[in-house]
Structures are given as structure tokens and as C-alpha cells.
């Protein structure tokens, strides 16, 4: 169950941040939307309705799932760089996940949502300094510290994480 749940395991981000692995942390980021298309292109409404895991997500709700989380994600970027260490505003994913538009919506609609967001958010990154990557705001659960180059790996692995939940469905179902 934990294999399902976490395919790729959970995230480990280290201490010191090399420029190489953010530059690669930023390369996921930006294929990540292709990437997602081209791995649901050819689903049916019946596979994109069906979950990854037992009492978990389908597929159409992980896709509009990282179209609002990444989109949060973004936001949290441009508060922590024009605040001082802001404490961010939190969400319940699971409730996002269980509303009329992620359980019903088309995914081309937070597929489209993905390619222009993470387009802009890229560009962003790219452009950031060394002070402003090591800018850090705070999450509300444990106060927790958490700087942007941290953050661009969380949600690499993010990428990864959601990308390897549905791969491996289609895998388990041969549906690839």
C-alpha cells in the first residue's frame, strides 16, 4: 500500500542545494505539463475516473489536483518575495479534490492550466538570485521554515510523485 501511495518515496531534499540539481529540480518543472499530456492523451472518461489506489484519487482528480496545487505553489513564490518570511495559507487538498470541477471537469483544462502556469513559473525560477532562492517562508503546519530552493524540489518531486501514480496504474491495468 505504502509502494502505492508513495511510488517514488517520499521526499528528500538535502541540506545543500547545488546549482546543478536546482537547475535539474527546474527542467522537471517545465516538462512535467508535456510529459502528463502525452501520458493521458489517449485515456477514456472510464480510465480517468478510475483511482491510482484503493480510497484514493483518480486520475482526472490528480490532474486537476496539480493544476491547484502547483498554482498555489506559485503564488507562495511571489509572497515570499515580496513579504518577509510570510506565513502561507495552507489548503485542504483533500476537500479540492472531492469538488464538482476535480471530479467531473475535462483535464484539458487543468492540462492547459499546467503548460501556461508552469511555462510562466519557469521563466520565473530561472531568474531568481542566490538571496532571492534562499528567501524561505513559513508553512502553518509545524511553523515550518521551508526556503524556495527547497521548495522547487518538493515540487519536483511533486511532478515526479503524481506522473508515477498514474504510470503505474496504467501500467498495473496495461492500459499503456
Known amino acids: 500500500m505504502k509502494q502505492l501511495k508513495y511510488p517514488i518515496g517520499k521526499p528528500n531534499i538535502p541540506n545543500e542545494i547545488s546549482s546543478e540539481l536546482l537547475a535539474e529540480w527546474i527542467a522537471i518543472i517545465e516538462n512535467f505539463p508535456e510529459g502528463l499530456e502525452k501520458l493521458v492523451s489517449n485515456l477514456s472518461e472510464e480510465q480517468l475516473d478510475t483511482s ?104 519536483a518531486w511533486h511532478c515526479n510523485h503524481h506522473y508515477a501514480h498514474i504510470e503505474q496504474l496504467l501500467i498495473r491495468n496495461n492500459w499503456c
Request: charged letters at 30%.
Open 52 to 155: 491510482y489506489r484503493k480510497n484514493g484519487w483518480t486520475i482526472r482528480q490528480v490532474i486537476h489536483h496539480c493544476a491547484d496545487s502547483h498554482h498555489n505553489s506559485y503564488t507562495r513564490f511571489k509572497w515570499t518575495l515580496t513579504e518577509d518570511k510570510p506565513v502561507i495559507k495552507a489548503y485542504f487538498e483533500d476537500r479540492w479534490a472531492e469538488l464538482f470541477d476535480s471530479k467531473n471537469a475535462p483535464i484539458q483544462l487543468s492540462l492547459d492550466v499546467l503548460k501556461a502556469l508552469h511555462a510562466k513559473w519557469v521563466y520565473f525560477l530561472k531568474g531568481l538570485t542566490e538571496d532571492e532562492l534562499n528567501k524561505s517562508f513559513i508553512h502553518p503546519d509545524g511553523n515550518e521554515e521551508v526556503s524556495l530552493k527547497e521548495n522547487i524540489g518538493i515540487y
